[in-house]
């Protein structure tokens, strides 16, 4: 009777059924010397669990927390990303008006030169409109 009640038991376990008081009395079962040859195979498990339940953590655990520098330095990075975008896009646009001036510059030297050439020419018709009212006087 013992046995058909320990594979009751081990069917409720296995179907998560079970209470704390019938998973002890498995533990108890599987922990004796004379089990059923066909529930021998359970055995390790239910003994690992009360194994396990013994093991203690030995090693030393930090209270001392640990600083955490990287928010502080992405906060700077982002800083200087900002003030680098900001300056550097003044910088940029000063040096376009500066290029946009120079080219402007030399196209008006450009028109100065061609505009001299131009009042050259233009003494040459002075001197032809001069001609043409003596030759329209004298008739």
Do not use: C
Request: hydrophobic share 35%; charged share 25%.
């Amino acid at each position: 009777m013992e046995l058909d009640n320990i594979e009751k038991l081990l069917e409720k376990y296995f179907e998560a059924t079970s209470t704390v008081a019938e998973e002890k009395t498995l533990q108890a079962y599987f922990s004796q010397e004379s089990v059923a040859t066909h529930l021998e195979q359970y055995r390790p498990m239910f003994n690992y669990f009360s194994s396990a339940k013994e093991e203690r953590y030995t090693k030393q655990v930090p209270l001392k927390p640990r600083r955490n520098y990287y928010k502080w330095i992405s906060v700077a990075a982002v800083a200087v990303l900002t003030f680098g975008l900001y300056f550097g896009n003044a910088y940029q646009e000063r040096k376009e008006a500066e290029y946009a001036y120079q080219e402007t510059k030399k196209a008006f030297e450009l028109l100065a030169q061609n505009f001299g050439r131009g009042t050259e020419k233009v003494a040459y018709l002075q001197e032809f409109e001069v001609a043409k009212q003596k030759i329209y006087n004298n008739n």
